[in-house]
């Protein structure tokens, strides 16, 4: 029998504008997705009788109500995995909250309706009412732990490990696409086709070569992929994270250094000896309550994150991507006197023959 599948939305590629450098776009396409280190993760689940779906009822003309509250151990699965992830010590943390206004990650637990979650930072884009992430089967049931993994990789900015051009996978299409129309899936073609045979982009991708242990990885039954020759009798990752998985995670999102990062004093801008992918942190204690302007200098793609301190932890206030645009990242709030900020600046790359830098004013 063919496994439950997690069904990313169908979402266009982001648009870039034309003429770019290979690598700048490859750096852009590499790293938009991903979340500044540093960040925490606000995750809420959806409460009984006040939030859900009104769905058709086929053959009845009729419409019926679904919750998206999941049981105490359904939810017990999905923070167990949050915590899974963090262990590995990464940059990131999560944290579950009440009020959903104050969550990045809105969980439902809608049946029916396929296990999905948004990719990275696409979850900013998705309206507070609205679910960023779903669970439509039972995850307490054997082997289905692996589900919630899973979608939290999703939820970091991972992609679909088979659809790497690295796989070298070729795919009997027409019965990968005769199988997933068939139960429990029952996917349109246009649906296969995005989840399973399209080809990721090579920027794309989680790691340099393929890892078919993955927990981004699928499991397959025999007769859909013809190459490579070992797996025609079938693809069955263990549903565990990989070795490379934590790999990936770690280089994106390294174990965060010193919680006071070096401060950035107004109107005395900061260098970015940045890399590729590199992240520079800064702090701001303003010295007067007012608007103040953060910016970034020179010819570079980046992304910059304002961060305002509270109860000790730093929540999100402001962020701008310039990436692929020929504008410098330039963020206006208000600072209080007395408060503490941060400031994260990612780097996707530096086209330019000139330095990069920050600045507060």
Request: proline fraction near 7%; glycine fraction near 12%; hydrophobic fraction near 35%.
């Amino acid at each position: 029998m063919t496994a439950r599948y997690c069904s990313l939305a169908q979402a266009s590629a982001p648009a870039h504008a034309p003429g770019l450098a290979a690598e700048r776009l490859g750096a852009l396409v590499s790293g938009q997705r991903m979340w500044v280190n540093g960040t925490v993760l606000h995750y809420y689940f959806f409460d009984a009788g006040t939030d859900g779906s009104v769905i058709a009822v086929p053959g009845t003309g009729q419409n019926r109500w679904v919750p998206w509250a999941g049981a105490e151990e359904q939810r017990d699965v999905v923070r167990e995995c949050f915590a899974e992830w963090q262990d590995l010590g990464i940059g990131l943390s999560f944290v579950e909250v009440e009020d959903r206004s104050e969550a990045e990650l809105r969980i439902g637990f809608q049946s029916g309706d396929g296990s999905w979650s948004t990719v990275g930072k696409d979850a900013l884009r998705v309206g507070s009412h609205d679910r960023t992430m779903n669970f439509g089967w039972d995850l307490t049931a054997p082997g289905e732990r692996g589900t919630a993994l899973h979608e939290i990789g999703h939820a970091l900015g991972m992609l679909h490990e088979h659809q790497s051009p690295l796989a070298g996978i070729h795919w009997d299409d027409e019965a990968v696409y005769a199988e997933l129309a068939g139960p429990p899936n029952h996917w349109s073609r246009d649906r296969t086709f995005f989840n399973i045979l399209r080809k990721l982009a090579p920027d794309e991708v989680n790691g340099s070569v393929w890892d078919p242990q993955s927990i981004m990885e699928y499991p397959f039954p025999s007769g859909l992929i013809l190459e490579p020759e070992q797996y025609r009798a079938g693809l069955r990752p263990p549903g565990t994270l990989s070795a490379a998985d934590k790999e990936f995670v770690l280089r994106w999102y390294p174990p965060t250094g010193s919680p006071h990062p070096p401060a950035l004093v107004p109107f005395r801008s900061a260098p970015l000896r940045l890399g590729p992918g590199e992240q520079a942190d800064f702090t701001i204690e303003p010295p007067e309550t007012r608007e103040y302007t953060v910016g970034t200098f020179g010819d570079g793609d980046a992304v910059v994150v304002v961060f305002e301190e509270r109860d000790g932890e730093p929540r999100y206030l402001a962020g701008r991507d310039d990436g692929g645009t020929p504008d410098n990242a330039t963020i206006r709030a208000r600072f209080v006197k007395g408060r503490r900020y941060f400031v994260r600046v990612r780097l996707y790359s530096s086209w330019g023959s000139g330095e990069t830098a920050v600045m507060c004013w």
